[in-house]
């Protein structure tokens, strides 16, 4: 489900660590879900995808876990670059793929 | 994000004024969503379009917001006597179908009213 808030979560990593965001969902019929970034003045980017009958998938850099037991998902960005600094949203569809409901977001801010 | 054109990037209204998005999906695409996102919020979904239909405008306002997708041209999204509240982040995203997994967003559209 969504929530929204006036102060986003923030995570301050240091260039070359790992980066661990996530995302709480609370239907659990919810079969399909999308991480997307979006840098500052920009529009949202896809990331990654992952639908329910998998638990993981990776991309280049980037892996998402989905652990349906308990209605979470997560992002793992490795060897975060500065560049990956941004705002990271999940997203999950409604009646159409392009409905989208998006998380409240998380800040990702990487120092050199 | 690849292709959705938006204009204008910044507009300031005042109080009372009209305010029209404008909004040029991927070449090919004939699925166009907007959504609004306030400051420090995530997007939130207004309205699907296809060419000449709405398809669910569940997300609008009831009054002094419309849009349309018309058979030539970009889509538009209107919002008509803007108060404060309306200034936010406008985007608009394109699909090529209703199974594509992936929507292509606009850089935005960002209203400001006085």
């Known amino acids: 489900g969504e929530s929204v808030g006036l102060h986003l979560p923030t995570l301050s990593v240091q260039e070359g660590d790992n980066s661990i965001i996530n995302c709480a969902y609370s239907?659990?019929?919810?079969?399909?879900f999308i991480w997307y970034k979006q840098e500052s003045g920009k529009g949202p980017q896809f990331i990654i995808d992952i639908r329910s009958n998998m638990d993981k998938r990776q991309g280049q850099r980037v892996t998402v876990l989905l652990n349906k037991t308990v209605k979470h998902l997560s992002l793992q960005i490795a060897a975060t670059q500065p560049g990956d600094s941004a705002v990271y949203f999940c997203a999950e569809p409604g009646t159409s793929y392009g409905k989208l409901t998006f998380g409240q977001g998380t800040i990702l801010t990487v120092h050199p | 994000n690849a292709g959705v054109m938006q204009n204008p990037r910044h507009l300031v209204r005042r109080r009372g004024q009209e305010a029209r998005l404008r909004c040029s999906p991927v070449?090919?695409?004939?699925?166009v969503y907007w959504y609004r996102q306030l400051p420090e919020e995530g997007l939130k979904f207004m309205v699907y379009?296809?060419?000449?239909?709405?398809?669910?405008e569940s997300g609008m306002p009831k009054e002094r917001f419309s849009a349309e997708f018309p058979k030539e041209g970009p889509s538009i999204l209107r919002i008509q006597q803007v108060v404060r509240g309306d200034s936010a982040a406008y985007f608009c995203a394109s699909s090529p179908s209703l199974e594509a997994g992936e929507l292509f967003f606009g850089e935005g559209s960002r209203l400001t009213v006085l």
């Open positions: 070449k090919g695409h004939s699925h």
């Open positions: 379009l296809q060419k000449e239909n709405i398809i669910d």
């Open positions: 239907n659990s019929a919810s079969d399909y």
